[in-house]
């Protein structure tokens, strides 16, 4: 009897490997090694904006498309595949590569026309200010 040493992460590492061809045709693939992805994404506030940090990793800047629209704020674009050296063997690849699309609903308070990006570092930031309150008024109410 031969004893076998158990590997769980390797065991799922498997698993998820035989999963991951029918979860790409569920999601829906664009074309034989691409498919529609998602980046990551932090949102935070401050107390004169909204940010909006996406992870594009790979993504060129004029391969990101930012709209505002309706009150929807739509980050949109490409990752393309690198071009491959012949001579070299790949083993895994994991990186994603084809069209991404995410849409966050914007409060209101955001000043809609004033929503400016930035990239850097392999991260989208989005800026969105906020629209200017007024302060509230304290009114006082005489009881009867």
């Known amino acids: ?3 076998t040493n158990w590997q769980p992460f390797r065991d799922m590492d498997e698993m998820i490997n035989r999963m991951v061809p029918a979860l790409t045709r ?19 506030e401050t107390d004169k904006e909204f940010l909006v940090r996406a992870e594009l990793s790979g993504v060129k800047r004029e391969d990101v498309k930012v709209t505002v629209e309706d009150g929807m704020l739509t980050l949109s674009g490409e990752r ?7 001579s070299e063997k ?3 690849l ?13 409060p209101e308070s955001a000043d809609l026309n004033s ?3 930035e990239s850097k570092d392999g ?5 969105i200010p ?14 009867q």
């Open 123 to 127: 991260t989208l930031t989005v800026h």
């Open 130 to 143: 906020k629209l200017p309150s007024a302060a509230p008024k304290r009114i006082e109410v005489k009881v």
């Open 26 to 44: 569920w999601r829906g693939e664009s074309n034989g090694d691409s498919l529609e992805w998602a980046p990551m994404a932090d949102i935070s």
């Open 94 to 106: 994991e990186r994603y590569v084809g069209g991404f699309s995410r849409t966050f609903y914007l």
């Open 1 to 3: 009897m031969n004893i």
């Open 90 to 92: 790949f083993h895994r």
């Open 115 to 117: 929503v400016h990006a």
């Open 80 to 86: 393309k595949r690198e071009h491959e050296d012949k």
